[in-house]
């Protein structure tokens, strides 16, 4: 198993349990954990395939199925023992996400397309999985929090292409892409950070937009 194989199972494994965590909060039964898991584990790499326009990698080796299905099972008999589930499914969804910013940006790069495609579809693959799993459970969605999230996919995704541009060594690249994802997103959650926000202001009224067809 290569390491970004290695990977793909992780990122699957990891955004499933964060689905099946969104099922106990629901208290759906274990055919809702499984559904909830696995749309959660394969969402962002079935949407990155299909904008590639490859073959969808849980539909040409079903076996990526099975992470899903045993994320579900695992959590369905032991998320009772989690106090703070909502927490531990942010926690693992950085995971998650970080190793699917690397196999995202890695299969962009792959199959010949540029740094911009690549960039875009490590981000995609790393975070439509998560945004699929609030939709679908009526969970408060992660992409509306404060904190840094689709940024740290960004940034993992812009390290990996520069990485791999200058030829360095792939296992380096991935690793160090991913680790700065985490660590990006972990701060995010542990510290809070944030990027300034918009801030709306009072439209003009219609005596201003007046004067200033006068002014004119």
Request: glycine share 12%; aromatic share 12%; proline share 4%.
């Amino acid at each position: 198993m290569t390491l970004f194989e290695f990977l793909n199972y992780i990122g699957v494994f990891v955004f499933a349990a964060t689905g099946a965590l969104s099922a106990s909060r629901r208290q759906l039964d274990i055919i809702g954990f499984i559904f909830l898991a696995n749309i959660t584990g394969i969402g962002g790499g079935t949407m990155r395939d299909l904008l590639l326009g490859t073959p969808v990698f849980w539909v040409e080796r079903p076996i990526y199925l099975l992470p899903g299905t045993l994320a579900a099972i695992i959590v369905y008999f032991t998320a009772h023992r989690v106090e703070s589930r909502y927490r531990l499914l942010l926690w693992l969804d950085a995971i998650g996400m970080a190793a699917y910013t690397v196999m995202g940006a890695a299969k962009g790069l792959d199959f010949g397309f540029g740094a911009p495609v690549a960039i875009v579809t490590g981000i995609f693959t790393a975070t439509l999985g998560g945004i699929l799993r609030d939709m679908v459970a009526g969970e408060p969605s992660v992409l509306m929090r404060r904190e840094i999230y689709i940024t740290a996919a960004f940034a993992g995704a812009c390290l990996y292409v520069i990485l791999a541009w200058f030829g360095i060594n792939p296992i380096i690249t991935a690793l160090t892409s991913g680790l700065l994802a985490f660590i990006v997103r972990g701060g995010a959650l542990y510290f809070g950070w944030t990027l300034p926000v918009y801030k709306s202001r009072p439209g003009r009224t219609a005596e201003e937009l007046l004067r200033d067809r006068i002014v004119r």
